[in-house]
Nanobody, 115 residues
Framework: QVQLVESGGGLVQAGGSLRLSCAAS????????MNWHRQAPGKQRELVAT???????NYADSVKGRFTISRDNAKNTVFLQMNSLKPEDTAVYYC?????????WGKGTLVTVSS
């Protein structure tokens, strides 16, 4: 089993920054990708950013140029640096890990951006 624990959420004013962290532990041996998703109230969960095992990254159009995903392989931790935050970025942010054919999820961390 794999456990994921997110941290770093909170309340921030529009234009501000936050850095989310996701620490993975357990039976980790061959991570294919780690992702950040978010779910705003009344909306479907959406993929925000991905970092693949080789280090390449992908971003949703809505966060390109503002968010940066990175990782610390030694600590099995992935980060999401969020800059120039907007009220529409308000959501619960979830970390997700894909290993072989299995997908694991954290419980999420709430980000609230005030206008």
């Amino acid at each position: 089993q794999v456990q994921l624990v997110e941290s770093g959420g909170g309340l921030v004013q529009a234009g501000g920054s936050l850095r989310l962290s996701c620490a993975a532990s357990g039976s980790i041996f061959s991570i294919n990708a780690m992702n950040w998703h978010r779910q705003a109230p009344g909306k479907q969960r959406e993929l925000v950013a991905t970092i693949f095992s080789g280090g390449s990254t992908n971003y949703a159009d809505s966060v390109k140029g503002r968010f940066t995903i990175s990782r610390d392989n030694a600590k099995n931790t992935v980060f999401l640096q969020m800059n120039s935050l907007k009220p529409e970025d308000t959501a619960v942010y979830y970390c997700n890990l894909v290993q072989n054919l299995a997908t694991y999820w954290g419980k999420g961390t709430l980000v609230t951006v005030s206008s």
